[in-house]
């Protein structure tokens, strides 16, 4: 969901979601909890002065989000509209985190930028505090020219309200309008697709499928349908308003939010509800897509929308705007008419014809007339498959790490000179690619492949690597061509083939060899030729049979050629792939490999070992840190390569849940502790890593002490005991011999040693870095008034210390092993007085049940 403006060209991979909130509520909000608590805390305000703020973020939009190994890429033209992106802070103020907005929503990814605002990736912690499998949200984040005006928040905040109450699954889903301070943003839907716009610049030379454009009209004129059905006019419709999902549905995005809609609406609402401000005079609008009305700044009708729609209908079909962008009131001055879709049947071509009348009146009157005349004669695509020019190359899963980036102050338009700079080489690397993988020489051919050598030399300079290499490609291409033309006697191609090829290279030597050879190939042609004139009338039979085994071999040579070449582009996107970057997109790879051995079955035998060693390699790296990635990788590997005994051979081994490089972040959070899976049991104790010192190798140590609850569910299963009380609490009135079966159990539930702590490894985890105590921690206290002690508390209740430890003094003494093998009560219990309880407080432990005696365990790392 981005709002990029007419020519954005924002890389988006949005989520899909099939959930749509009744009525006005938020599908989103949850009781807060822990992490979000937590969240809060981290985005308390900083000491800084507000006026440093002011100077380091200027902007109010722009977003530092947290930062992911891949970072999603973006690309905006520039005559993209101008947003502001940075947050001031007030004189005064302290600043706060630029990532986090009311304390719920932590900005992850920019996703895209347009005129009305940025667009982020955001994970919501009220989502994750309720366990949602999808935390993830997109926030746009409104830009000042919206906020400067004062009508505008309270009338984008009434048409979000009216865009909540559209269920349709051809509109993506509003949840929210809010403020935080300064920032204006509303949340919405994330989905997995790509947008319309990207997909018409693919197919800007011919248009898209036939049978994809008419379940994307039929899409988009059902959202039309409902939505004014509801009097919610868009008044900004346009193909960057539009995404078609990975499931191939359509979904119209910022529905009523680009225009304040006034006259349409007879709802039964109060008159102070009747929204006023019009958005329109914000630039919101994009012109291409204005109908002529809009740009006279007349009332909102559902014809300026059928407008946009009858563009977006021949933008589909031919991959350029009706009227070549042209503005409607020019269009219309210079009497434009859009050019006939040949393809299209006499009603379709009429409904669009309709559509695109600069007129209202002679506009078609209603988006249901439009799709009736439309598909007339024709049956509904939906529930048809997406066809695979959608499908994304995608690995599935990513872990990421969220740690704060230092903050790069970087001017806006620098930022935007450098997309600018990326767009541009990416279409160059497409172009290159293209002139590459068809090498056929026509002028056009040759004139495209200058003007792009040229331009990649003003945007990057002569001395770049890259540049070099793919000059050094068409270099050996135009040599290759020029050998061909020589020996086939195309000689005046050869000549002004060796002329165009002296623009990429700096060394002639091999071209003035093939002068030499074109030179010496002319002086045999005009022996030949006179040789022939004076023997034409004896030869011509021969020279006819000479002429036919030429062109023979020039097909045959042809086709060589084309087959190598085919070849060699196939056999270059498999090493490509296997070059182990990041991971291996299977399907692509085996579209190459099948290329490959349909092209030739011979050549390609002599190149599947090494093919197969690579894959082999880029599995076995990917295990090291993705198993489960590389397990799924393997198994397509050998459906392309079937009884493979290499592949087979490759063992992965499962990554350690409780890694050493969790050591000493205990108390940091989610995502600081571990816990292993057990077979055939779920309650599992949660673990923090300790760090290694001196003859103290790391371990993990349980964060709680073992609870009813955990103890429990080992007794059901062995019936070897049973516990009483609250779930909650810690385990007590339990034998040494009863603890070692449950930490035995533990250890073969989980694959992983379970023990008890020495009493040097409990003391050591935990005093932690500073060996301070919980001043509030369940030891006996009788003074002034205050009592504490005499029961049990819950596990969870204390402070924890700086590696995660809590209640690791009172509540349940726990039992450790002392040098000698005996047991030692550690800690003092909830009936030991409070001056007492300290890291040297041990007694000698026999080993039998008491109600004051816990434990907590030691799992040993890999």
Sequence with gaps: MNDTGDNDKTHFKPRESNRVPENNSDATRVAPQGALAKAQQAAAPAKNPGDALNSEFPDKTRFVPKQNPATAKTEIKSDVTRVNSRIPAKPGAEAKDPSLLKGRFILEDLLGAGGMGVVYKAKDLLKIEAQDRDPYVAIKVLTDEFKAHPEAFIALQRESRKTQRIAHPNIVTVFDFDRDGDTVFMTMEYLDGKPLDKLI?????????????FKILEGISAALIYAHGQNIIHSDFKPGNIFVSNKGVAKVI????????????????????????DAGNLGALTPAYASLEMLEGKSPDVRDDIYALGCIAYELYTGV???NRVHADEAKRQKLKPKRIQELKKHQWRAIEKALAFEREDRIQSVELFWEEFSRKQKSYWGSILISLLILGAAAGAYYQFKPEPVQTVSEDQVRSEIEKKLRMEMIQKTLAELQQQPNFSPEWEALLWQTIQESRQLLGTADTWLNSQEVIFFELYLGKIKTAIETDDLVNAELWIVNAKRYTQDNQKLDELSNSLALAKENQRKRELELAQQKAAQAADQERLQQARQEQQQKDAVVVRQNADFDTALE?????????????????????????????????????NIVVSLAGCIQKLGATFPDRAEVIKRQALRLFPANGLLEKIVIAARDPCSSTLAG???????STCRDKLTGATKAPALVVVPAKGSIKSFAIGKFEISVDEMNEFCRQTSQCSLTGDASSPATNISAANITAYLKWLTDKSGHQYRLPTLAEWQYAAKATSATTDPNRNCKLNSRGIQKGNALNKITLGQQNSWGLVNYLGNARELVMDPGGRYLAVGGSYDTEMAECSFNNQITHAGSADQFTGFRVIRTLQ
């Excluded at 610049?201 to 454009?213: C, F, I, K, T, W």
């Excluded at 972040?665 to 995502?671: E, K, N, V």
């Design 573 to 609: 996107n498999v090493n490509r792939q296997l070059a182990c970057k990041s991971t291996i997109d299977m399907r692509d790879l085996e579209i190459a490999i099948t290329k490959l051995r349909s092209l030739n079955m011979t050549r390609y035998q002599k190149e599947e070992g």
């Design 254 to 277: 910022d529905f009523g939010i680009a225009r304040a809609v006034a006259k349409v609406e007879h709802r039964e609402e109060s008159l102070d509800d009747k929204t006023v401000f």
């Design 665 to 671: 972040l205990g108390s940091r959070g989610m995502g």
């Design 321 to 323: 705007h009706p009227f």
């Design 201 to 213: 610049n693919q197919y800007r030379s011919m248009g898209l499928p036939a049978d994809e454009v």
